[in-house]
């Protein structure tokens, strides 16, 4: 079998191996595919490995070889499903090999607006403390998150993780979700949206990108927010209109906004976000603890072999 991997990079940058991967067939591995390139690299690949490029119709009527796309991904929005389905292309995602480092993420963005560690240390390292005349200065105001409510909206697999370290530090933990959710979320307080708006301390976004979700974090729904208020984004930057939320960050409706994710990535230089105030930014590295790019590579791996052994697993079609 021909297996092509057309933008592993992000993957495996060089610290994990493909090795199991390419027990499996003949491996050709490209670190990053522009559009234009991805027709003329796979048109042998029987089996794809795509994590990002899109793959569309007009790809999927390019490559009459084509049985099987891997995602190194949760979400498959990157495949046009119907089209590869109508082939009989087996496309299948590795679910939850990130759950952890996600929810992680999304507290080292409230505990940066608790402490500041890393603008603190700078102000160490510049001098500032030396210069002191008392034995501790601080630059922001220092807070607590014991009995500060957590507002989580989205209450799957991630947004539960994020209750239980939430609990950890003795905050009051309230979730709002379209679905009834069965055991875990029995011990946390199921609100409304404007409840949960209103009278969170963090509120954190974990539901997937759907038309419904897409621009839920409005203006309107900020305005909502209280003004001491931190809002922390680890889903999908196009779950907020971005002018939105950089004027509210400006005018100083919202205290603060720690975001893993924004709606076009790499963001265009003149994104808002990029130059509101008090906004901390990550490029989305919520999933690439090395721990979770072990698990993704694992079931990369056992999905492409489950697939040659006639029993495909995690197929999303
Ligand atoms: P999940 O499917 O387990 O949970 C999503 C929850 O959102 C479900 O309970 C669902 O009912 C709820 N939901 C759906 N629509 C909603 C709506 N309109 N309002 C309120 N709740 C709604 O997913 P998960 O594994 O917890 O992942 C959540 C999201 O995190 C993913 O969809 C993905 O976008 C994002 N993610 C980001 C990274 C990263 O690196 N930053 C990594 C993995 C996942």
Redesign the pocket.
């Known amino acids: 079998m021909n297996i092509i991997i057309l933008d592993g990079y992000t993957l495996n940058p060089g610290d994990l191996s493909w090795a199991e991967l390419e027990k499996l067939g003949n491996c050709v591995i490209h670190e990053r595919t522009a559009a234009e390139d991805i027709v003329t690299r796979a048109k042998d690949a029987e089996i794809l490995i795509i994590n990002k490029v899109s793959i569309g119709k007009s790809e999927i009527a390019q490559l009459p070889k084509l049985k099987y796309i891997g995602l190194c ?3 498959y929005n990157v495949v046009d499903i119907q089209a590869a389905e109508d082939r009989n292309i087996v496309v299948t995602n590795v ?2 090999y ?2 952890l ?2 929810a992680q ?1 999304a507290f080292a963005h409230t505990l940066n607006f608790c402490q500041h560690v890393s603008e603190h240390s700078l102000s160490v390292n510049s001098g500032e403390w030396s210069q002191s005349p008392d034995f501790c200065y601080w630059k922001f105001p220092l807070i607590e998150l014991q009995g500060l409510t957590l507002g989580i ?9 994020v209750a239980k370290i939430g609990r950890a530090f003795g905050m009051k933990v309230n979730y ?4 009834v ?1 069965p055991d875990e979320s029995a011990t946390f307080l199921k609100v409304n ?1 404007e409840t949960l708006l209103r009278t969170s301390d963090v509120i954190t ?6 038309p ?2 897409e621009g ?1 974090i409005n203006r309107d729904r900020l305005s909502l927010m209280k003004s001491s208020a931190f809002l922390i984004n ?3 930057g196009q779950l907020i209109d971005e002018a939105a939320l950089a004027e509210a960050l400006n005018t100083g409706k919202i205290a603060g906004a720690g975001l ?2 924004l709606s076009t990535e790499p963001p265009a230089p003149h994104n808002p976000l990029l130059s509101a105030r008090n906004c901390y930014i990550t490029p ?5 603890t090395k721990a979770a790019r072990i698990r993704l590579m694992k079931t990369v791996v056992q999905n492409v072999r489950a697939f040659l052994d006639g029993k495909p697993v995690n197929q999303v079609n």
């Open positions: 991904s949760t979400g679910p939850a990130s759950t480092s996600v993420m909206i989205g209450f799957g697999r991630i947004g539960q993780s709002y979700d379209i679905t959710l949206l976004l974990h539901c997937p990108l759907t419904a979700t839920m680890t889903s999908r893993d994710v989305h590295i919520a999933w690439a």
